[in-house]
Each structure stands twice: as C-alpha cells, then as structure tokens.
C-alpha cells in the first residue's frame, strides 16, 4: 500500500472551487476530468477524492480519507472524532433560523413552539436548549429553504452566504446560531508518513495564505527621509535600503500588511516616499 495522503474535497458545491484552487496555489497537480472519484497528484505525494461534503467527516473519522476540507458547520453537525488541523479562511457563512417575511418577529422568544426544517439538528437543538427554548425540529436533507411556502414548517435553519436562498424564497433571517468557514480536518491517528506529508501541506498553505494578506512595496526616497519611513515599514526583518544611481537618494523595499495598506501608503508619503510600487507576492516562505 503507497502511504499517499488522501485529501476529501467536496465534489460539488460553494466549498468546491476554492478547495481545489488552494489545492492548486500549493503547487499541487492534478488531472481533473469531470465525473472522477479520485486522482493522483503527478507531483505531491497525494491523491483527492472527490465526495459530498456531508459525508467527509465520517470519511476521514474511518479512515478512508486522511483529511478533508469541508464547512466548520459540517464538521460540529456531524460530531465525529477527527481533528480540526487548520481554519482555511474561506467559504464563510453563518447558519441562520429565517421565517417568512410577511409575519413579525419580536426576538429570540418567538421561537418558543415553531416548527423548524432544517439540516443542522443537532446545531439547532444544542442552540435552542442553550436559549431554554423548546422548537419541533423536522430534518430533511435539502432544498430546506422551501419548507415555509409548502406548509411543512414555520420557519427554516439553513445556511446563508450572500442571502440570495432566502431573498428568493420570500425569507427573513431571524437568528444567527453559527458562523462557519472552511477547515482543515484530520484523522487522528494519521502514521508518521503521512503525518509527515499533511505537515507539508501545511507548511504550504500557510505560505499561500501569507503571500495572499501581503504586498511587496517598494519606494523611492532622499536619504534623509530613510530613518522615517523605515520606521513606518515593518518588513520581514527590517526593510532593504539600496542607494540609487542619483546621489542622495536610496530605494526602500519591504513588505506589507493588505489590513493596514492604505494607512502606511498615506503616512509614507507624508514622510518624502516617491515612485511607490505595490506588487503581489507568489509565494511567502515563513
Ligand atoms: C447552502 C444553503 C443554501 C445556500 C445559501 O447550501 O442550503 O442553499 O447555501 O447560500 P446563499 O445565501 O448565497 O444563497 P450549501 O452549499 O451549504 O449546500 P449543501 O448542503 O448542498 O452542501
Ligand atoms: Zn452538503
């Protein structure tokens, strides 16, 4: 048996494309043809499999995954006893309990005795047992967002993203009762080979994610500006000084946060920094 790491993506759905391009941004290949279960990386030593998301967890719990990435809300729903690895930061969505439009909503109280269609009951109970609430909880495994307008419940427990179910759907959201982004997840007793490859991948998506929240900025300034703007830029270690061609004048290079962005371009400025260049970062080695 070849000690590759199998990695459970979702097959299709909102988890799908950003998993297989961060997958990809790794410098991870694959062949992907429509339709597969499975492929082999030519150039990593893993293979995807491609599954419905509901079902990573219980995959990866027995063995036959050895991690996936799928929803936070997927991963508490299910329960099973698989570690969270790493937060992936994206596909974010919160599980909301949404009514229809049309009727009032005073708060959390008029909950009490609802009838709730949602796929998230354990989610939903743990939340409403919290609130000392008591719903009658009715599990169905899709399209939950039309259970109001034909008559099977009062209200829904589903997850929004942009809102757009819901708006088309003639709901209201009412309640937030989770906020979910995509995770890592791992079986626990992975064996020191593929401990070893899951490490790696780590390594590399840290590296993807870094380069993604900095820019590389470089700058032009007299030589008496340098000690105030090095003092604004923080850089990896400390910014890089080079002199210019023009006497009296150095070039500054450094990196950058993307939260702080325009703040530090304003204040560089304002200290004599002239020719500002932003340029994106392929890859950020930690
Ligand atoms: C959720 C939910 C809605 C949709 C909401 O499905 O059931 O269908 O996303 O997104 P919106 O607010 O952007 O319209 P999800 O992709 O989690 O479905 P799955 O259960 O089929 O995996
Ligand atoms: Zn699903």
């Given at each position: 048996m070849?000690?590759?790491?199998?990695?459970?993506?979702?097959?299709?759905?909102?988890?799908s494309?950003?998993?297989?391009?961060?997958?990809?941004?790794?410098g991870?290949?694959?062949?992907?043809?429509?339709?597969?279960?499975?492929?082999?990386?030519s150039?990593?030593?893993?293979?995807?499999?491609?599954?419905?998301?509901?079902?990573?967890?219980?995959?990866?719990?027995?063995g036959?995954a050895?991690?996936?990435?799928?929803?936070?809300n997927?991963?508490?729903e299910?329960?099973?006893?698989?570690?969270?690895?790493?937060?992936?930061?994206?596909?974010?969505?919160?599980?909301?309990?949404?009514?229809?439009?049309?009727?009032?909503?005073?708060?959390?109280?008029?909950?009490?005795?609802l009838?709730?269609?949602?796929?998230?009951?354990?989610l939903?109970?743990?939340?409403?047992?919290?609130?000392?609430?008591?719903?009658?909880?009715?599990?169905?495994?899709?399209?939950?967002?039309?259970?109001?307008?034909?008559g099977?419940?009062d209200?829904?427990?589903?997850i929004?993203?942009?809102?757009?179910?819901?708006?088309?759907?003639?709901?209201?959201?009412?309640?937030?009762?989770?906020?979910?982004?995509?995770?890592?997840?791992a079986?626990?007793?992975?064996?020191?080979?593929?401990?070893?490859?899951l490490?790696?991948l780590?390594?590399?998506?840290?590296?993807?994610?870094?380069?993604?929240?900095?820019?590389?900025?470089?700058l032009?300034?007299?030589?008496?500006?340098?000690?105030?703007?090095?003092?604004i830029?923080?850089?990896?270690?400390?910014?890089?000084?080079?002199?210019?061609?023009e006497?009296?004048?150095?070039?500054v290079?450094?990196?950058?946060?993307?939260?702080?962005?325009?703040?530090?371009?304003?204040?560089?400025?304002?200290?004599?920094?002239?020719?500002?260049?932003?340029?994106?970062?392929?890859?950020?080695?930690?």
């Open positions: 070849n000690s590759n790491l199998r990695i459970a993506i979702q097959k299709s759905g909102r988890l494309e950003d998993s297989l391009g961060l997958i990809k941004e790794c991870i290949q694959f062949y992907s043809g429509s339709g597969k279960l499975k492929s082999e990386s150039n990593f030593p893993a293979e995807l499999l491609f599954l419905r998301d509901d079902d990573i967890p219980g995959y990866v719990a027995d036959v050895d991690v996936g990435i799928v929803g936070e997927v991963l508490v299910k329960n099973k006893p698989v570690t969270l690895s790493y937060r992936l930061g994206f596909s974010k969505c919160r599980l909301s309990v949404a009514i229809e439009r049309s009727k009032e909503y005073h708060g959390i109280g008029d909950l009490q005795g009838s709730i269609a949602t796929s998230y009951p354990r939903l109970s743990g939340y409403l047992e919290k609130h000392g609430l008591r719903a009658d909880i009715h599990e169905i495994s899709g399209s939950v967002e039309i259970a109001p307008s034909i099977l419940a209200a829904v427990c589903d929004v993203s942009s809102g757009s179910t819901l708006m088309s759907n003639g709901l209201k959201e009412v309640e937030v009762i989770f906020r979910s982004e995509a995770v890592l997840i079986n626990p007793g992975l064996d020191d080979a593929r401990q070893n490859i490490d790696k780590l390594f590399r998506i840290k590296s993807v994610q870094a380069a993604r929240n900095n820019k590389y900025i470089l032009n300034a007299p030589n008496d500006a340098i000690p105030a703007i090095t003092g830029l923080p850089g990896m270690k400390s910014p890089t000084v080079v002199p210019l061609a006497s009296g004048w150095s070039s290079h450094s990196v950058i946060n993307e939260n702080d962005f325009w703040n530090i371009i304003d204040n560089l400025r304002e200290a004599g920094a002239q020719g500002i260049l932003v340029v994106p970062i392929e890859k950020m080695i930690l």
